[in-house]
């Protein structure tokens, strides 16, 4: 999924909870957007991988895309790892959450892509594909173009009506 789907969708599945918890401020939104991209660290040519050069040609090359940044091994790794940064320089803990909640969504998203998710690893590599090879998108195609324009006009729709 291209970045841009999946802070679309991110956004437009957690701004009801954003608003029903009180949480609606810009870091919170700030950090969930980044956890939305965040697992693509991975990836050297994503949007993410992109302007972390460095880190994520490191990444990639000992882990592999989809590889322990997308399991629950990278979720547990990045939430200690953003609140122990978030405590030392003395910002919300609560933005951590946010992250890891978008964080969590991408890996979500991804694992209705038509290769899945090894969600297991390092334990298990096989990848689990939500939608039973039945249900799935492919990145860049048509049918993720639909999931972008539904998530658009979802997000506009809570922005306006709610």
Sequence with gaps: MLYKTHVTVTYALALPLLMSTD?????????????????DIDHPRSYIGRRLQG????????FGHRGLA??????FFFLYLSRFILFHLQLPI????WFILGYISHMVEDS?????????????NKRIQFGFKRIFYTTGKFTETVI???????LVYQLFYF
């Design 112 to 124: 209705f892509s038509k290769t899945g998710v090894a969600w297991l690893q390092p334990i298990y």
């Design 55 to 62: 880190v994520s040609h490191i990444v990639g090359k000992i």
């Design 148 to 154: 972008f324009l539904i998530s658009c006009g979802g």
């Design 23 to 39: 949480s609606l401020f810009i870091g919170n939104v700030v950090a969930l957007g980044i956890g939305s991209v965040f697992p």
């Design 70 to 75: 997308h399991s629950i091994v990278g979720i």
């Design 94 to 97: 609560e933005w951590g959450d």
